[in-house]
């Protein structure tokens, strides 16, 4: 299997970090759990372009950005033993060297955990299905709606608050994951399917 791993939201808890920065310069209190959209920031208003200068700062020092799950780096070495394992991320080519950093740091070594590391634009949101993976562990709501009609494409959509409202069930396609312990039991069952 072609397997696409995102990296905020699935290897990276970036909203912390977001909202941190945000309450800081607007003088708020949001928390991650109040990101309850993909476009968040409609509801905080803000405008698209000051929210993404937000990320983008977060991205030129993404070093202190926390790892997700642990467990991660277990299960990322095991599948891309057997499979092709690509980090796909929606940041611009620019913050490639300060991510391929970010994820040595905390131990996501290219040709161990993953072969290659893509970057594409941040939209159209869907725009990673144009990579044509069997398989995406992502948190993207958008990237849920455009696979749930795509049979042959399947996705593992980590559990965040932004993706609460796609309604997983009677979809043979996409399945909620809570935790990169539940990634790695799917992608069994997955195994044992294709077998």
Not at 59 to 77: G, H, R, T
Not at 170 to 187: A, C, S, T, Y
Request: aromatic share 12%; hydrophobic share 40%.
């Amino acid at each position: 299997m072609k397997i696409a791993v995102d990296v905020d939201g699935v290897l990276l808890d970036l909203m912390d970090t977001y909202c941190e920065v945000y309450n800081e310069q607007f003088e708020t209190n949001y928390k991650k759990s109040d990101v309850t959209r993909w476009d968040f920031f409609e509801e905080w208003e803000i405008r698209e372009r000051d929210a993404f200068e937000i990320f983008h700062k977060i991205y030129e020092n993404s070093s202190d950005i926390p790892f997700i799950d642990e467990y991660a780096l277990f299960v990322l070495k095991e599948i891309n033993e057997i499979h092709h394992v690509d980090i796909v991320s929606a940041r611009s080519e620019q913050y490639s060297v300060q991510l391929g950093d970010t994820l040595k740091s905390h131990g996501i070594i290219d040709g161990i955990h993953y072969q290659h590391l893509i970057l594409v634009n941040e939209k159209p949101y869907d725009i990673k299905l144009r990579l044509n993976y069997d398989l995406y562990i992502d948190d993207n709501p958008h990237l849920a709606w455009a696979i749930k009609e795509r049979t042959e494409i399947v996705l593992f959509l980590y559990d965040q608050p932004w993706n609460r409202n796609i309604n997983e069930k009677n979809k043979k396609n996409i399945f909620r994951v809570k935790n990169w312990i539940d990634i790695n039991r799917e992608i069994k069952g997955l195994e044992l399917l294709l077998e």
